[in-house]
């Protein structure tokens, strides 16, 4: 079975941020970008990535009424992240996602540098994908 790692399916596309950049400026990164998640870089005071989602930025600024201009992404970014290596089968990346319910994962090489992600929504083209058998490269 072809295309079946998560090589095959993630985006090489990874838009980093620092931890102090206000959620304000992250949402404006996010939308030009085109971007459901940012990867927070690391810094001497915050040695490991984290990462802010569309839905950290819903549960921590929407629904408690704080103020994104106010706020910097080290106080809502998700840390230390979870992260899957470009050989694993998207099999188990989804299985990952499902146990930790999580809907972005990071792709890590093997120094624990972030080279890519895959969301979710990669996985719909995987499902659709799987009716062919991967022989529809068009989905691709």
């Known amino acids: 079975m072809q295309h079946t790692t998560v090589k095959d399916w993630m985006k090489n596309l990874v838009v980093f941020v620092s931890p102090e950049t206000t959620v304000y400026e992250a949402l404006n990164i996010m939308r030009h970008r085109y971007a459901t998640s940012l990867i927070v870089?690391?810094?001497?005071?915050?040695?490991?990535?984290?990462?802010?989602?569309?839905?950290?930025?819903?549960d921590k600024i929407v629904a408690q009424g704080n103020n994104p201009t106010k706020t910097k992404v080290k106080d809502i970014m998700a840390t230390p992240v979870i992260t899957v290596s470009s050989s694993m089968p998207i099999t188990e990346c989804a299985a990952k996602m499902k146990e930790y319910r999580i809907h972005h994962l990071p792709v890590a090489d093997e120094k624990g540098q972030i080279i890519g992600m895959i969301a979710a929504m990669d996985?719909?083209?995987?499902?659709?994908?799987?009716?062919?058998?991967f022989k529809d490269r068009s989905l691709h």
Do not use: F, Q
């Not at 996985?123 to 058998?133: K, N, P, Q, R």
């Open 41 to 58: 870089e690391k810094t001497p005071e915050s040695p490991e990535y984290g990462i802010v989602t569309s839905i950290n930025i819903c």
């Open 123 to 133: 996985l719909l083209l995987v499902a659709e994908a799987m009716g062919t058998d």
